[in-house]
């Protein structure tokens, strides 16, 4: 290894390091597809799922960094991609300023939030719909039913007419007789 060599990687050394959260692969894929021409930004999925030592014995020698553990641990970047699925590490100034994922990350947590407020909104439409046209089954039923109770009205008013016209028709023809001849 020559000695330029570390200093040429330090150059290609993104400036900005986006972790993504595994939860989010869509996220991923996005940001790796839109930054990949960018060398000062890099998109990574967190790896970071559980301690990497299992063994209740003591490690023999630690050869890695003692700062290396450190960098493991950080609550700020677990807070953000426990938020927002998204943690951007690097220069100070590179991470307090809002970049285009974070604004990404905010508009399709709103745009989620709508579709949930839609379909919510959409299921109480479908309730809705049910129960009006439950209501409108129910008042069909009680209309047919006028409409039967209506027909058997007009028939026995019919009937009824047709009785009392047999009955004029018999005064009009038969002479009417006195009860009491003798007064």
């Known amino acids: 290894m020559s000695v330029k060599e570390p200093a040429a990687r330090e150059l290609t050394a993104p400036l900005r390091l986006f972790v ?21 930004i890099s998109v990574v999925l967190d790896r970071r799922v559980e301690p ?9 020698a630690e050869r890695r960094r003692a700062d290396r553990a450190d960098r493991r641990m950080r609550p700020e970047i677990d807070e953000q991609l426990r938020a927002t699925s998204l943690a951007i ?8 300023t809002p970049t285009e994922a974070r604004r990404w990350i905010e508009t399709m947590q709103r745009g989620v939030a709508a579709i949930g407020e839609a379909l919510d909104d959409r299921d109480r439409l479908e309730r ?7 209501e409108n089954d129910r008042l069909r039923t009680h209309m047919d039913q006028a409409w039967k109770e209506l ?10 007419i047709a009785v009392v016209n047999e009955l004029r028709s018999r005064l009009r023809r038969e002479p009417v007789r006195d009860p009491d001849p003798h007064p």
């Open 52 to 60: 990497r030592r299992r063994r209740a014995l003591p490690a023999a």
């Open 89 to 96: 590490v690097g220069t100070p100034s590179a991470a307090e």
């Open 20 to 40: 993504v959260a595994r939860r989010d692969p869509e996220l991923y894929g996005y940001l790796r597809a839109r930054f990949a021409d960018d060398g000062g």
């Open 128 to 134: 809705d719909t049910r129960a009006t046209q439950q």
């Open 151 to 160: 027909a058997e009205i007009d028939s026995a008013i019919a009937r009824a």
